[in-house]
């Protein structure tokens, strides 16, 4: 069973930046995947990044390339990313997810963590 845990979302003034962390339990393969989504009120959820357990293909969402840079520490079961240039529209609940190697689509959820930023 896998149990994925959000942590450090928070408010912060346009242009500041954030680090959000996902604490993973369970067994994990090279070949899972991680990803982190957002949704903002009234808006479906989006992806935002993604990264294979195996570090060796990562993805970014075009609206957070090049402020947000996904990261995975397997020693520690943990993905992170970090997130700078923040901009109000970046405001939203943001979840961690992962993949598994046999999956089709991202099966396991955390409870997300909100993330606001003002102008």
């Known amino acids: 069973q896998i149990q994925l845990v959000e942590s450090g979302g928070g408010l912060v003034q346009a242009g500041g930046s954030l680090r959000l962390s996902c604490a993973r339990s369970g067994r994990t393969f090279s070949g899972d995947i991680m990803g982190w989504f957002r949704q903002a009120p009234g808006k479906e959820r989006d992806f935002v990044a993604s990264?294979?357990?195996?570090?060796?293909?990562?993805t970014y969402a075009d609206s957070v390339k090049g402020r947000f840079t996904i990261s995975r520490d397997k020693a520690k079961n943990m993905v992170y990313v970090q997130m700078n240039n923040l901009k109000p529209e970046d405001t939203a609940v943001y979840y961690c997810a992962a993949k598994l190697l046999w999956d089709t689509e991202y099966r396991y959820w955390g409870q997300g963590t909100q993330v606001a930023v003002s102008s």
């Open positions: 990264i294979t357990w195996s570090g060796g293909l990562i």
